[in-house]
């Protein structure tokens, strides 16, 4: 099992470039996540799919799109990039109940100039 | 008082010690508790659910209380191997995470 993977592992864009962050997961979870984690900063949650099908807004969604495209794959666009944006991203996957135990993927570095 | 509050360290503390953490959450309808643990530039893993009872994984014990609204962390005869960011995590509503606490374990 490759439990939960990223790609890109880092990519530096423009301001005003747009992206997609890829996930995957391989362990039939429902829920999944996208998280960035800034320095000095918790992990701060992004948007959320607690199943196939639906996607909510979390903590700070403002500039993000997603996709949950099937199962197994959950994507973060990036529509018009900005400086702030610049951060760790995470994608992680749950088994159970939304918000239980959480399995991270090892994450994208970003970096927008 | 913030959601979740962790003293960041570092703690710094010689093989073989014994050193705990703790952190406090808000929250009182807070459900479930965890900790993570995150290496240098790596990806967060579970370290282990927190349970009402308190529960024990090796040289690892996590407790809860609460009345005081705080979760404990306790590593007994640290290793090299556990230096990292210790990162606390509360279910309530939502997911919220903790700063982290830094430990650095020497030889």
């Known amino acids: 099992n490759a439990g939960v993977t990223q790609t890109p592992k880092f990519q530096v864009l423009k301001t005003g470039q747009s992206m997609t962050l890829q996930c995957a997961q391989d362990m039939n979870h429902n829920s999944m996540y996208w998280y960035r984690q800034d320095p000095g900063m918790g992990l701060r949650l992004i948007y959320y799919s607690a199943s196939e099908g639906t996607t909510d807004k979390g903590e700070v969604p403002n500039g993000y799109n997603v996709s949950r495209l099937n199962k197994r794959e959950f994507s973060l666009r990036l529509e018009s990039a900005a400086p702030s944006q610049t951060s760790v991203y995470f994608c992680?996957?749950?088994?159970?109940?939304?918000?239980?135990?959480?399995?991270f993927g090892p994450g994208t570095r970003l970096t927008v100039l | 008082r913030k959601e979740v509050e962790q003293d960041p360290g570092p703690f710094n503390v010689p093989e073989g010690a014994t050193v705990a953490f703790n952190c406090t959450y808000s929250?009182?309808?807070?459900?479930?508790f965890f900790w993570y643990r995150q290496d240098c530039r790596k990806e967060p893993k579970l370290l282990m659910s927190v349970y009402s009872s308190g529960n024990e994984d090796g040289r690892f014990t996590a407790q809860l209380n609460r009345a005081s609204q705080y979760i404990s962390l306790l590593i007994r005869d640290s290793k090299l191997s556990d230096s990292a960011t210790y990162l606390c995590v509360v279910r309530g509503s939502t997911l919220t995470f903790g700063k982290g606490t830094m430990l650095l374990v020497s030889p």
């Open positions: 929250n009182s309808a807070s459900q479930s």
């Open positions: 992680a996957s749950g088994a159970g109940a939304l918000y239980n135990e959480q399995f």
